[in-house]
């Protein structure tokens, strides 16, 4: 049964190491494990985990150590690295924010709370690696990309949205993060938050619920980041200065990225931020390189999707990958038979300019990482890496229903717009299956 991710655990104490792969490992995940500090870090360069976990390290090599040295390879520092049952000091906090560790979990903080904050790691890790993948694909039809030279002009002081019902609380928040290079917006009201986000262009958010606020205002402006399309990845940290009030699942539910609980959530604030918005930011510098592996020598003839030929070669890339690995992987499979209904009745440049329309909106329908490509006259196959198929299904289901209820036109040619009927499939990666296998079952499951 494929894995949600793979996950490589470091931990001086092999008992405590083989205990947290043995609990991640029943929620889905695949784990190897080191003790050696030498051994963790030849384990990340050879297997390539989704995400390092390192745990309390000290002499002779600490963490901080470790992980920099992983940060510092040319063939490791795209990994996400997080630091496991650490000591919450400002040596060790400031120390992982310049490194570029990507998360930090305090002493007493439980596994259920590693679970629930994985998966916006795991992604930007299965991200890195498409892309990496991509790019090879690309190479062998002629097109060159090298990641490493795009840069977006990000500003050097990132924006956040600062939100608190007390004033005291509220000044204490904006200064602290202006101390630390971080401009704010400042409300007292979550709903107004909510409303100003829409309005700016924020870099994080960060709430905080003091000992005796509702978590519910808090909630609703999370799923409010969380629904909108524009927003839907801005990293949202929550700061509770109480425990045990059960909101944290909620919020995790919402949408919140960090929800830290604790009397003193507020003191290493900044720190997470700084975290939250560096991951956010290289995620959103891998979407030109991705988009520049489709080009003129790769595209269909629509040039808003992948070639049948470039879907083979890379399928079959994803296929290996996915069965070595025991990774997920996903086809999506979308059909429309209004193309060839267009095609009858006014021809092929009619019917080209219709699939150039449904190329570009399948495309933008999907994440980043998954691959569009025309497989055939009438029909598109999505590549969803890392996906379990109940998830892609979801996706392509989400895709038709919006075709189905939208209008494109025909051009000049034809003065009158039309409705589009598709069809979709999905199939899931299994045991020995080959990329063909694979489209052929998410094609079968579209009849």
Not at 232 to 251: H, I, K, S, W, Y
């Amino acid at each position: 049964m494929p894995h949600i991710a793979y996950l490589l655990i470091g931990d001086p104490n092999p008992t405590r190491a083989l205990a947290w792969a043995e609990e991640l490992g029943a929620g889905g995940y695949r784990c190897i494990t080191a003790t050696d500090p030498h051994s963790l870090i030849a384990l990340t360069e050879s297997q390539q985990p989704d995400v390092v976990l390192i745990g309390d390290y000290s002499a002779p090599v600490d963490s901080l150590s470790i992980a920099q040295a992983l940060k510092e390879a040319d063939a490791t520092n795209q990994i996400p690295v997080v630091l496991l049952d650490a000591s919450a000091n400002a040596t060790l906090m400031t120390g992982a924010r310049e490194i570029g560790i990507d998360d930090v979990f305090v002493k007493g903080e439980s596994l259920d709370e590693v679970v629930v904050r994985l998966p916006r790691l795991t992604r930007s890790s299965i991200m890195s690696a498409e892309l990496r993948r991509r790019v090879a694909t690309a190479a062998e039809f002629g097109v060159a990309v090298d990641p490493r030279t795009y840069r977006r002009g990000y500003p050097e002081r990132p924006l956040v949205m600062t939100v608190a019902r007390d004033q005291a609380v509220r000044e204490r928040m904006a200064q602290t993060l202006n101390e630390d290079g971080l401009d704010s917006t400042v409300e007292e009201s979550p709903f107004k938050a909510a409303d100003g986000l829409d309005d700016g262009r924020y870099d994080a958010a960060v709430i905080s619920i003091g000992p005796k606020d509702d978590f519910g205002p808090a909630q609703y402006m999370c799923g409010h980041i969380r629904n909108n399309p524009r927003l839907f990845n801005l990293p949202t940290l929550v700061l509770q200065e109480t425990t045990g009030n059960g909101g944290d699942n909620a919020l995790y539910r919402g949408g919140a990225a960090i929800v830290l609980s604790s009397p003193n959530a507020h003191e290493h604030m900044a720190t997470y931020i700084h975290m939250l918005i560096a991951r956010q930011r290289l995620r959103w510098t891998m979407r030109d390189p991705f988009k520049a592996t489709l080009a003129r020598l790769t595209a269909d003839k629509t040039g808003k999707c992948y070639s049948r030929a470039f879907w083979d070669r890379h399928s079959e890339t994803l296929v290996r990958t996915a069965n070595e690995r025991s990774s997920s992987l996903a086809v999506g499979y979308i059909t429309s038979p209004t193309l060839a209904r267009v095609r009858d009745e006014y021809g092929d440049d009619s019917a080209e300019i219709l699939a150039h329309q449904l190329a570009d909106w399948i495309t933008g329908m999907t994440r980043i990482e998954d691959l569009v490509a025309r497989v055939d006259k009438d029909s598109f196959g999505i590549l969803l890496p890392g996906t379990p198929e109940k998830e892609a299904n979801r996706v392509v289901q989400r895709i038709v229903g919006i075709l189905h209820r939208s209008e494109f036109h025909l051009g000049e040619e034809v003065m009158k717009s039309i409705s589009t009927l598709a069809d979709a499939g999905t199939s899931g990666i299994q045991k020995s299956d080959t990329h063909e296998d694979m489209l052929e079952r998410a094609r079968k499951a579209a009849i």
